[in-house]
């Protein structure tokens, strides 16, 4: 009963939807208009802000303690609606690159001018860099017009299930992804091709904001919690002498904007993951409805206890 529960108020439900979704969307794709996608995916962000009313949503508590820890944001409930907004931006954003192609969605994504600069500095040095995200809502938009600039691989996790791996390669195949996916079964094959992209001077670009405590991981500290995050950035970024550059990615006045921190050029493993990290937990303050994570359950956890910890330190 207590496992009942933990899957409904987790995060795997939602994406369990949101995937058998997705794959009825790009069956009915053409035969079904562009307003009535809008029309559905209006009723389904209005039926997940109502969730936000459910005494027990767990991701309201989430969007209370990121605003107790310094986040912008006037109340948790706008955190949390303004997320709602953005996937539903991100899922018409899909649609639309299934029905136009990639080059009908890139007016709708954009750089800094810092993400920009940053870019061009690189490819003056080489070309190659290790870009790690967070998991934002237009994380994969932004890889689409990176590639369409720059020598670029996407570093993607395929699901588990076969089912949804296959509807996740249909998903994406519009905008026109180099992926390398990453398997366990054929990690040293992934490793090499990982390296050999890097020498040749392309970016990779993949998510990092993964707390598991493996073999491979480094301990860090996220808001004030000790966390174990994925050490391949760093090692592989001091094998291919090459830069790690922390991004982040906002949905704003309807289009996605990449950004990139400073880049971090330290060879030390733990140190040049808590650099990645803390660029993480600003950006993430600054736009904490842009980061999907907000409704993950193990992050949720790490919330709670980074909130009750500067609760209790308040005199």
């Known amino acids: 009963m207590k496992r009942t529960w933990k899957k409904l108020l987790g995060f795997g439900w939602f994406k369990g939807i949101l995937v058998r979704f997705s794959a009825l969307a790009l069956k009915c794709r053409p035969l079904i208009p562009r307003f009535a996608f809008q029309g559905a995916l209006a009723w389904a962000s209005l039926t997940m ?15 209370r303690n990121i605003l107790a820890l310094g986040a912008a944001g006037d109340t948790p409930r706008r955190i949390f609606f303004r997320l709602v907004d953005g996937c539903r931006f991100v899922a018409l954003a899909f649609l639309d690159a ?45 890889a689409a017009l990176v590639s369409k600039r720059y020598p670029t691989m996407i570093l993607s996790r395929g699901p588990r299930n076969p089912k949804r791996a296959e509807i996740q390669r249909d998903f994406m ?34 998510t990092t904001d993964l707390d598991y405590k493996r073999d491979d991981s480094v301990e860090a500290t996220f808001y004030g919690q000790t966390v174990h995050l994925p050490s391949w950035p760093a090692r592989f970024a001091r094998q291919a002498k090459a830069p790690i550059l922390p991004g982040f990615v ?10 990139l921190g400073e880049p971090i050029r330290e060879r030390d493993l733990a140190r040049a993951t808590q650099a990645w990290a ?38």
Do not use: N, Y
């Not at 061009?120 to 860099?129: F, M, N, T, V």
């Not at 906002?250 to 950004?259: G, L, N, P, W, Y």
């Open 98 to 142: 299934h029905r136009l192609g990639v080059e009908g969605i890139l007016p709708r994504i954009r750089m800094t001018d810092k993400a920009r600069q940053t870019f061009e500095d690189i490819q003056e040095e080489g070309g190659r860099a290790i870009v790690v995200l967070p998991h934002v809502l237009g994380g994969i938009f932004s």
């Open 173 to 206: 195949k519009p905008l026109e992804l180099e992926l390398l996916v990453l398997d366990r079964s054929s990690a040293v094959k992934a490793a090499r091709q990982f390296l050999s992209a890097l020498k040749k001077g392309r970016l990779i670009v993949g």
């Open 250 to 259: 906002r949905v704003k006045d309807e289009a996605v904007e990449i950004d």
């Open 278 to 315: 803390d660029a993480f937990q600003a950006s993430i303050l600054s736009a904490p409805w842009d980061w999907a994570f907000l409704c993950d359950r193990r992050w949720g956890k790490l919330l709670d206890r980074a909130a009750r910890e500067g609760r209790s330190a308040t005199p």
């Open 49 to 63: 802000k109502a969730f936000w009313f459910f005494p027990l949503h767990p991701w309201r508590r989430s969007a």
